[in-house]
T-cell receptor, first 112, second 113 residues
């Protein structure tokens, strides 16, 4: 049973466009929501994270939007660049718990 | 600063063989974990450890054993490899289980024939 559902599975965006990846969760006890970025042949690396006490967090061109009532959160990449081409994973966890639950991943391709 | 080091990078096994995937970190992290990554399945937690001598099961522990005798090392053992264990395996470490970045190694790509 997938506790965090991620969509789309793959996404193609033109250079300069906005990339949007969505995640949904069921467990209302989740209170930490990170996004990881993974390049081919490498391990995932933390990109940005949010807690449910805020509705949005922005770091450079990357923004997390969080909708607590809908139990959804999304990653927006503004002015997408070819160097952003990677696989992105959302994840969720409970404060004090000892494990992260990952979404299925989205393969993002930015066409030049 | 090496971070998280996984060896080997690639391995091919025959069904029924055993092997150990190595993971070492030099950041003095208490928390270490093993994930497997399969297409369309994301990263699934196999086993984790909150400190030397303490391990616990994750989401998909069957067929895998772990031990943690030192803070630095967290090996993953396949006792009798099965084709279903063909996957890419990632080790990760952090100061705490959640709320802080998980530092991942670059993975071991394992094929079971």
């Amino acid at each position: 049973q997938q506790q965090v559902k991620q969509s789309p599975q793959s996404l193609i965006v033109q250079k300069g466009g906005i990339s949007i990846i969505n995640c949904a969760y069921e467990n209302t006890a989740f209170d930490y929501f990170p996004w990881y970025q993974q390049f081919p042949g490498k391990g995932p690396a933390l990109l940005i994270a949010i807690r449910p006490d805020v509705s949005e967090k922005k770091e450079g061109r990357f923004t997390i939007s969080f909708n607590k009532s809908a139990k959804q959160f999304s990653l927006h990449i503004m002015d997408s660049q070819p160097g952003d081409s990677a696989t992105y994973f959302c994840a969720a966890s409970i404060q004090g718990a000892q494990k992260l639950v990952f979404g299925q991943g989205t393969r993002l391709t930015i066409n030049p | 600063n090496a971070g998280v080091t996984q060896t080997p990078k690639f391995q091919v096994l025959k069904t029924g063989q055993s092997m150990t995937l190595q993971c070492a970190q030099d950041m003095n992290h208490e928390y270490m974990s093993w994930y497997r990554q399969d297409p369309g399945m994301g990263l699934r937690l196999i086993h984790y450890s909150v400190g030397a001598g303490i391990t616990d099961q994750g989401e998909v522990p069957n067929g895998y054993n772990v031990s943690r005798s030192t803070t630095e090392d967290f090996p993953l053992r396949l006792l009798s490899a099965a084709p279903s264990q063909t996957s890419v395996y990632f080790c990760a470490s952090s100061y705490r289980p959640v709320g802080q970045p998980q530092h991942f190694g670059d993975g071991t790509r394992l094929s079971i024939l």
